[in-house]
């Protein structure tokens, strides 16, 4: 097998700029699965850290639609819930009442409901159109948010209705520029709220920001702002998360209880444990790395007809030195090997190529991602190495197979004289 | 005897149109011999030489190499035959470029069954035909005459029976063609059968028999004399 590499090395030698041309098709595709596959690991790796932020051992309630509130024409009842956030239609049957009834439940360490509400906030002459973010002041003790200076709010502060406030990093920042918010008043609507604490950098989350919101007391915002009495959701912390499941029986059971439901496909709300976040969001991923990863594979195709063609012109370029081997005893499966080899080796090298450049744009997306202030890690799965690596070596056979047979069944004789 | 063929027919088709290139050639080389194959371009005589080195198949008749009927002898038999039976020295030298003269002498090695000491024997045959001190060369940085005779050591390396040799000399001038032909009248002293195709009676006549072809048939088959044949002398470039 040795000899054969080495004949095939020479042949890949004799001519580097269109060995490097040639494998561009396979690098690009290669290069492409890599980053694919690492920028989905990252993606999961920064999701993961956010649903750790969010606090782990959590369940979500979420306000959503009853599909026949949503379509009474249609008369189906679809088996998803839509989020009344994402449909114009306010749900407004969660309340403070069913998580102070949830955190009854054996298994519920701590809960509290959350609501938001878009406002402008005023500092001085600078004004900001943000959203304000109302949650019980045990949010403190279940989300992983580290505030910076200051001090959270009490439950006794919310219950007094105090005009008090929590600014997330950038806004504190855009607000108040280098000078210390703390202890000075930012208006939000017709209010003045005394800032009592500011958060560390968290980094954006699908479409909201954190560092971007100002956080105050669930019963100021719903009362002085808003002038309504329901939440948008709820976040419940478990004392066992592997009984999340029965637990979210549990609080569906409750909530159906105090919303007077009793066919449970009319769920004003949608109870989701991490498990089943973390399984939604990996089918979705799952789903955008296949596509991606066809688009790549159309570049690899490409690539490697791209090896064939320049196959079928080392043959011919090389037909008299065929002929002499053939001459000198090399065997048809020699001559076969050779240049099947060659071809192998080609897109082997776009493929390394092609993988050490995708590790590098993969190294690039993290390092802007983390300058977004995102928790993104670099992976690269030693199985996308295997993969790409292998794949390449299958497009050299398959594409090198047809011109390896063209040059093995050449005549000696009509080769040797086409010199 | 070594070579036997009896009413050796090769048709050529050509789009229809059928050449008979070979009409029924009849010749028997006994092991040792010095054979030259002379006739004028297109008298069939490279023909009958690609025949008889296995690189062509004839269209009828048949053909005994070393006693044995070649006609089932399948194309991994013939390849095995080439390598190493058979010693092929072409007009145009036909080394491959860019790599080392002794890389093109290990070449047939490469598809011989000899596993070890490749670079050695490779060795020992490019000093047999005087080039222990150009191994290393290029094969496009030596002389013409040097190239063919780097082809010599090329069919020597896996010590076969017959050496053939297609108008050696033709791409040479006279001095490195003196050197080429002494060095192939040096192998038939040795034992080696050489089978030569030339047209040119001066390089014919190195040979002990002058087998001459017209039209795809022998026309004449005769020993030449001591006193008449030519001797060459290794001319130093």
């Known amino acids: 097998m040795n000899k054969y590499f080495q004949q095939a090395l020479k042949g890949i030698k004799a001519s580097p700029s269109r060995t490097f041309l040639t494998t561009l098709g396979i690098m690009i595709g290669i290069g492409t699965v890599i980053l694919v596959l690492s920028a989905g690991e990252g993606f999961k790796s920064y999701i993961n850290a956010q649903i750790d932020a969010f606090g782990s051992n959590t369940v979500i309630i979420e306000t959503s639609v009853p599909p026949s509130t949503k379509d009474r024409s249609s008369g189906q009842s679809s088996s998803t819930a839509n ?337 | 005897m070594l070579i036997d063929l009896k009413d050796i027919v090769k048709d050529y088709d050509n789009g229809g149109i059928i050449t008979h290139v070979l009409k029924g050639v009849n010749l028997s080389i006994d092991e040792g011999e010095f054979v030259a194959i002379m006739g004028p371009s297109g008298s069939g005589k490279s023909t009958l030489m690609h025949t008889i080195g296995f690189l062509d198949r004839p269209t009828s008749g048949e053909y005994f190499f070393d006693g044995q009927n070649t006609k089932d002898f399948d194309d991994d038999d013939l390849a095995h035959i080439r390598n190493e039976r058979i010693g092929f020295v072409f007009q145009s030298f036909n080394l491959l470029p860019r790599t080392t003269v002794i890389d093109n002498v290990m070449l047939p090695l490469l598809y011989s069954n000899i596993k070890t000491g490749h670079r050695h024997k490779a060795k020992v045959a490019l000093e047999a035909v005087g080039l222990g001190d150009r191994i290393d060369f290029m094969s496009n940085q030596i002389s013409g005459g040097q190239k063919q005779r780097v082809a010599i050591a090329r069919a020597l390396v896996c010590n076969p029976k017959v050496l053939f040799a297609d108008e050696p000399t033709g791409n040479l001038d006279s001095k490195s063609g003196s050197t080429v032909m002494s060095i192939l009248e040096q192998l038939n002293k040795e034992g080696r059968t050489v089978i030569l195709v030339t047209h040119d009676m001066n390089v014919a006549l190195h040979a002990h028999r002058i087998v001459t072809i017209k039209d795809g048939e022998i026309i004449s088959d005769k020993k030449v004399d001591a006193k008449d044949r030519i001797h060459s002398k290794i001319i130093s470039d």
């Open chain 1, 83 to 419: 989020s009344s956030a994402v449909n114009a239609v306010p749900i407004t049957t969660l309340k403070n009442r069913d998580v102070e009834d949830i955190k009854q439940l054996p298994n519920v360490k701590n809960a509290y409901g959350a609501s938001i509400g878009q406002q402008i906030a005023t500092y001085g002459n600078v004004s900001k159109n943000i959203f304000v973010f109302g949650a019980d002041a045990s949010r403190f003790d279940i989300d992983k948010g580290v505030i910076a200076r200051g001090r959270p709010y009490t439950t006794e502060e919310d219950k007094s209705l105090s005009q008090v406030a929590v600014l997330g990093h950038d806004i504190a920042i855009d607000l108040f520029g280098d000078s210390d918010p703390l202890g000075k008043f930012v208006r939000i609507g017709n209010y003045n709220f005394e800032v009592i604490g500011v958060y560390e950098r968290r980094g954006s989350f699908g479409f909201s920001n954190d560092d971007e919101q100002i956080f105050i007391p669930i019963s100021t915002l719903q009362k002085k702002i808003l002038g309504t009495d329901y939440l948008l959701y709820s976040v419940v912390e478990l004392v066992d998360n592997n009984k999340a499941d029965t637990t979210a029986l549990d609080i569906s059971d409750i909530l159906r209880r105090n919303h007077y439901i009793t066919n449970p496909a009319q769920d004003d709300f949608k109870v989701s444990t991490q498990a089943e976040s973390l399984a939604t969001f990996n089918t979705i991923l799952q789903a955008i790395t296949y596509l991606l990863i066809a688009i790549a594979c159309i570049s690899l195709v490409v690539g490697g007809v791209g090896v064939m063609n320049i196959m079928y012109v080392v043959v011919t370029e090389r037909i008299g030195e065929i002929g002499l081997k053939k001459a000198l005893g090399a065997r048809h499966k020699d001559i076969l090997y050779e240049f099947l080899i060659e071809a192998i080796l080609l897109t082997l090298i776009g493929g390394v190529i092609g993988i050490i450049g995708g590790i590098f744009l993969s190294f690039i997306v993290s390092k802007i991602a983390q300058s977004f202030g995102l928790t993104w890690k670099l992976i690269v799965p030693i199985s996308s190495i295997i993969i790409s690596v292998s794949v390449s070596m299958i497009i050299g056979v398959v594409f090198g197979v047809f011109p390896a047979r063209n040059a093995a069944k050449l005549n000696p004789i009509e080769a040797l004289n086409k010199e």
